[in-house]
T-cell receptor, first 111, second 115 residues
Framework: QKEVEQNSGPLSVPEGAIASLNCTYS??????FFWYRQYSGKSPELIMS????GDKEDGRFTAQLNKASQYVSLLIRDSQPSDSATYLC???????????FGTGTRLLVSP | GAGVSQTPSNKVTEKGKYVELRCDPI?????LYWYRQSLGQGPEFLIY????????DSGLPNDRFFAVRPEGSVSTLKIQRTERGDSAVYLC?????????????FGEGSWLTVV
């Protein structure tokens, strides 16, 4: 089992819809979770972090964490074509410094 | 500079050659990281520096890879006897320090192609 698993996609949604991206992790002791956005040919950019069970909202983005089920999700409301990118889930291993990334989910938002 | 700066942005080298990749972190950031990203994969941790010392080099794939940060700022990733399998984007990142809650900022990467 991979430490961090994501569906590679692509996930296609129409403009204005809600995009739901999911991630599961294997280390039950994980305490921090991160979502990065990566445009093609560009570097990853942190968009959300979550540490506690439940929801965390930031603008159109909501991160959801369920430690009992070992999954973390990212919801993007009112999806825009500019949201088209690969979304990477990351979990620290052995401290806060070493991030383990999933393979990423490619999101395509069509106008 | 405003962000993490990496040079060169692109490097094509022949199999067996030596390569150096440079990273200039955000000013004031004491923690510096190197990751490697292959096509269709997420970034893979290589090494992490806190100040001048390599605090964790467990991700370096073998002894052909080495990294230094002699003055606690700029870092160089060195790859000896390059192999075609080394072709990837090498991402450098930095953060204020390694404590929880500090955002890790990535540079644009050095695209290495070994032919």
């Amino acid at each position: 089992q991979k430490e961090v698993e994501q569906n590679s996609g692509p996930l296609s949604v129409p403009e204005g819809a809600i995009a739901s991206l999911n991630c599961t992790y294997s280390d039950r002791g994980s305490q921090s979770f991160f979502w990065y956005r990566q445009y093609s040919g560009k570097s990853p950019e942190l968009i959300m972090s979550i540490y506690s069970n439940g929801d965390k909202e930031d603008g159109r983005f909501t991160a959801q964490l369920n430690k009992a089920s070992q999954y973390v999700s990212l919801l993007i409301r009112d999806s825009q074509p500019s949201d088209s990118a690969t979304y990477l889930c990351a979990v620290p291993r052995g401290g806060f410094q070493k991030l383990v990334f999933g393979t990423g989910t490619r999101l395509l938002v069509s106008p | 500079g405003a962000g993490v700066s990496q040079t060169p942005s692109n490097k094509v080298t022949e199999k067996g050659k030596y390569v150096e990749l440079r990273c200039d972190p955000i000013s004031g950031h004491t923690a510096l990281y190197w990751y490697r990203q292959s096509l269709g994969q997420g970034p893979e941790f290589l090494i992490y520096f806190q100040g001048t010392g390599a605090a964790d080099d467990s991700g370096l794939p073998n002894d052909r890879f080495f990294a230094v940060r002699p003055e606690g700022s700029v870092s160089t990733l060195k790859i000896q006897r390059t192999e075609r399998g080394d072709s990837a984007v090498y991402l450098c990142a930095s953060s204020l320090n390694a404590a929880r809650g500090n955002t890790i900022y990535f540079g644009e990467g050095s695209w290495l192609t070994v032919v």
